[in-house]
């Protein structure tokens, strides 16, 4: 697509219910990042996919949180049993993946949660 | 260690110059970015400079490097309304994919 899409925009649950977040990357980006903004705050990072190769889990902030992204483009992050401190904006950006170049991410308008 | 920091907050008259300011500790850092988050939005791409330069300028937007203090700026000459949003700065280190993020300055602009 034209930009990276993100659905849903906007999602309202209740604490302990199971929520999935998607990204639609921009076509032909390999890498593929999701951040966590919270209100008034900077970029958290959670994950980072490159590939076919294993991710970079290292910033998801416990075993609640995990992502996949199937062929090499779609991406959802889902976290389950949902907390009220999991209300944020998630953000996905993808990029080609330079890891000499510039690398400049594309971020898409993020999925706002909120959970009650 | 990684750090990247910026002031939260910077309020500027409309018609006048906003100056951003950033600073990081790896220097090792090769690119050197500010991005633009207007509300309700994702980051948008202002403009990247690579650590070789020490100045770019874009438009009414003009970015200063000093490597030797590790020290970036962002000038925005003109300062409208549509520029109020959040500025990023973020650096990427060589033969890494990753961005390490500053918490972002609000710019505000008073009339």
């Known amino acids: 697509g034209a930009g990276v899409s993100q659905s849903p925009s906007n999602k309202v649950t209740e604490k302990g219910k199971d929520v999935e977040l998607r990204c639609d990357p921009i076509?032909?980006?390999?890498?593929l990042y999701w951040y966590r903004q919270s209100l008034g705050q900077g970029l958290e990072f959670l994950i980072y996919f490159q590939g076919n190769s294993a991710p970079d889990k290292s910033g998801l902030p416990s075993d609640r949180f995990s992502a996949e992204r199937t062929g090499g483009s779609v991406s959802t992050l889902t976290i389950q049993r949902t907390q009220q401190e999991d209300s944020a904006v998630y953000l996905c950006?993808?990029?080609?993946?330079?890891?000499?170049?510039?690398?400049?991410?594309?971020f898409g308008a993020g999925s706002r949660l909120t959970v009650l | 260690g990684e750090d990247v920091e910026q002031s939260l907050f910077l309020s500027v008259r409309e018609g006048d110059s906003s100056v951003i300011n950033c600073t990081y500790t790896?220097?090792?850092?090769?690119?050197l970015y500010w991005y633009k988050q207007e509300p309700g939005a994702g980051l948008q791409l202002l403009t990247y400079i690579f650590s070789n330069m020490d100045m770019k300028q874009d438009q009414r937007l003009t970015v200063l490097l000093n490597k030797k203090d590790k020290h970036l700026s962002l000038r925005i000459a003109d300062t409208q309304t549509g520029d109020s949003a959040i500025y990023f700065c973020?650096?990427?280190?060589?033969?890494?994919?990753?961005?390490?993020w500053g918490a972002g300055t609000k710019l505000i602009i008073k009339p």
């Open positions: 076509s032909g980006h390999t890498a």
């Open positions: 973020a650096e990427k280190k060589h033969s890494n994919y990753q961005l390490i």
């Open positions: 790896d220097s090792s850092s090769t690119y």
């Open positions: 950006a993808s990029s080609l993946s330079q890891a000499t170049g510039a690398n400049v991410l594309t």
